[in-house]
């Protein structure tokens, strides 16, 4: 088990570009997770796959966001057109469902200049 | 709908005092609890949780917490503080499942004095 894994831990990029970001959870856990956490707030939840079927979408995740989990296993997020709101830490986390609840990853930190 | 207030954003104690971190939270049906700490630059690492059964839940580090109802609170103790427990601390709650979606609090920075 060597946790949950998020790549790169740091992106800085130009407004207006796109990024993509990955995540590789626990090899046995179903169910993946994506949060979005700024500057001096608690993690904002944005969506959840269960295997590779996405069953659950923020409103913050916005046209411009997409995410996928291709064959249940790593998990992509990607951000079209960035904007400097978009600056924050993204959290990946995974579980295997019952009562035990997640395990989170490093992280990725995205500045848009 | 459910919700999570932790009231203040910074709390210092000193070295060997007892550590309280508030939670309050908003549910409309049974709660499940968390308390999570995170350090800087690094993802969130679970401290303890509420699913069913005790209302005192007791976690890593010395750490433990009591779910109260009737006061919709899951406050944070520790009876003595270490100064590696410095770091931010979230509250979160779910109302479907403890692998469901959670909601945080915006977290409080605990200072530990020497």
């Known amino acids: 088990d060597t946790g949950v894994s998020q790549n790169p831990r740091h992106k800085i990029t130009k407004r207006g570009q796109n990024v993509t970001f990955r995540c590789d959870p626990i090899s046995e856990h179903n169910r993946l997770y994506w949060y979005r956490q700024t500057l001096g707030q608690g993690p904002e939840f944005l969506t959840y796959f269960q295997n590779e079927a996405q069953l659950e979408k923020s409103r913050l995740l916005s046209d411009r966001f997409s995410a996928e989990r291709p064959k249940g296993s790593f998990s992509t997020l990607e951000i079209q057109r960035t904007e400097q709101g978009d600056s924050a830490m993204y959290l990946c986390?995974?579980?295997?469902?019952?009562?035990?609840?997640?395990?989170f990853g490093s992280g990725t930190r995205l500045t848009v200049v | 709908a459910q919700s999570v207030t932790q009231l203040g954003s910074h709390v210092s104690v000193s070295e060997g005092a007892l550590v309280l971190l508030r939670c309050n939270y908003s549910s409309s049906v049974p709660p499940y609890l968390f308390w999570y700490v995170q350090y800087p630059n690094q993802g969130l690492q679970l401290l303890l949780k509420y699913t069913t059964g005790a209302t005192l839940v007791k976690g890593i580090n010395g750490f433990e917490a009591e779910f109260k109802k009737s006061e919709t609170s899951f406050h944070l103790t520790k009876p003595s503080a270490h100064m590696s427990d410095a770091a931010e601390y979230f509250c979160?709650?779910?109302?479907?499942?403890?692998?469901?979606?959670?909601?945080f609090g915006k977290g409080i920075t605990l200072s530990v004095r020497p």
């Open positions: 986390a995974s579980s295997l469902g019952g009562t035990d609840g997640y395990t």
């Open positions: 979160a709650v779910s109302s479907t499942g403890a692998n469901s979606k959670l909601t």
